[in-house]
T-cell receptor
Framework: AQSVTQLGSHVSVSEGALVLLRCNYS??????LFWYVQYPNQGLQLLLK??????LVKGINGFEAEFKKSETSFHLTKPSAHMSDAAEYFC???????????????FGQGTILTVHP | KAGVTQTPRYLIKTRGQQVTLSCSPI?????VSWYQQTPGQGLQFLFE???????NKGNFPGRFSGRQFSNSRSEMNVSTLELGDSALYLC??????????FGSGTRLTVV
């Protein structure tokens, strides 16, 4: 079974400040991990993903995340927030190689990011 | 390259009716999955299809069903609609183990 916990349903930062969105997961097999962003009335856009290899993953729009197996975490960061980053962010997990249900994404509850001028 | 296309974008139905939603995946993507998004329950997995076969199913009642055609297009059907079925229904497609690409969704309102 898999689960995802996103700490903080709302995060507020000032423009130019560091963005840190927290995600912890549980998985019985090595996971594949994803971060998605959702703007109002739109679908989900993939920011970045971790499957295998390098644990520091760079994505679009200046976001990156680090897979830490020992901490079962996959936190999302961006050095300098921009007004256009205001949206809802979802962390998701699926089973990686060896899993039998890797077609299913399990999502966290989402974190709404607000960026103040 | 065209993304995942979901039709219709908006739908209003009456309790007890049934509804069919459509999803056209990215060309070359053979896997299609469906998700329900509500404010209370968040994003929940409905089912996944691969090469016309349902490969995985979430914890939803039998009123929710789906199918996939030979061209990978998929439909999901909800029968005997309830008020609680009001949600954004998202379709995603993928090729192999790549990241899932989502459509813009169909917003279903049951009145």
């Amino acid at each position: 079974a898999q689960s995802v916990t996103q700490l903080g349903s709302h995060v507020s930062v000032s423009e130019g400040a560091l963005v840190l969105l927290r995600c912890n997961y549980s998985s019985s097999v090595p996971p594949y991990l994803f971060w998605y962003v959702q703007y109002p009335n739109q679908g989900l856009q993939l920011l970045l993903k971790y499957t295998t290899g390098a644990t520091l993953v760079k994505g679009i729009n200046g976001f990156e995340a680090e897979f830490k197996k020992s901490e079962t975490s996959f936190h999302l960061t961006k050095p300098s927030a921009h007004m256009s980053d205001a949206a809802e962010y979802f962390c998701a997990v699926t089973e990686g190689a060896g899993g039998t249900s890797y077609g299913k994404l399990t999502f966290g509850q989402g974190t709404i990011l607000t960026v103040h001028p | 390259k065209a993304g995942v296309t979901q039709t219709p974008r908006y739908l209003i139905k009456t309790r007890g009716q049934q509804v069919t939603l459509s999803c056209s995946p990215i060309s070359g993507h053979r896997s299609v999955s469906w998700y329900q998004q509500t404010p209370g329950q968040g994003l929940q997995f409905l089912f996944e299809y691969f090469s016309e076969t349902q490969r995985n199913k979430g914890n939803f009642p039998g009123r929710f069903s789906g199918r996939q055609f030979s061209n990978s297009r998929s439909e999901m059907n909800v029968s005997t609609l309830e008020l609680g079925d009001s949600a954004l229904y998202l379709c995603a497609s993928r090729r192999d183990r790549e990241g899932y690409t989502f459509g813009s969704g169909t917003r279903l309102t049951v009145v």
